[in-house]
């Protein structure tokens, strides 16, 4: 299945980002219109920190395993997520790049490395779905990045 890929412009520095979404906790504040039952586990930062959480989406509840595989601070971080009993395992990759005028552009890719046979029959609606539900946490990455980390001249 092809990625989905979502970005939001935003007042932080690069590192003011990063710091902020490197520790696993903080997600929960954005991603929590899909994702519920946050059980965090390993370090609370950086490659180890886990989650196990329960997505919803498409009317579908499914418990997914979320571990921080990569971190190169401040311009990337990757997690693995596994679910649907490791019949779907994917890549979210949080890229962050700074912009000309100051400021971050944050985009979040989601890569499929392995689906079960229902997703890839329902590609164009599980990807539009995931990118929906992304980009809807973009926007609230947004407002919880201006909480924790205002901007310059904010």
Do not use: C
């Not at 985009?107 to 490395?113: C, I, R, V």
């Not at 539900?133 to 904010?154: D, F, I, K, V």
Request: net charge positive; no cysteine.
């Amino acid at each position: 299945m092809k990625p989905v890929t979502v970005s939001t412009d935003v007042p932080q520095t690069p590192e003011q980002v990063y710091e902020f979404l490197d520790v696993m906790a903080h997600h929960e504040r954005f991603t929590d219109h899909y994702l519920t039952d946050w059980h965090l586990s390993g370090p609370r930062r950086g490659p180890g920190s886990r989650a196990t959480v329960t997505a919803s989406l498409g009317g579908t509840r499914t418990e997914v395993a979320v571990e921080v595989v990569e971190a190169e601070a401040p311009r990337q971080i990757t997690e693995r997520n596994v679910s649907a009993a490791g019949r779907r395992v994917a890549r979210g990759t949080y890229t962050i790049e700074p912009l000309p005028d100051g400021g971050s552009r944050v985009s979040f890719s989601y890569a499929w490395e392995r689906a079960p046979l229902p997703d890839r029959l329902l590609a164009p609606l599980v990807r539009a779905t995931m990118r929906s539900a992304n980009r809807t946490a973009m926007r609230r990455l947004s407002t919880e990045l201006a909480r924790h980390a205002p901007g310059a001249g904010t």
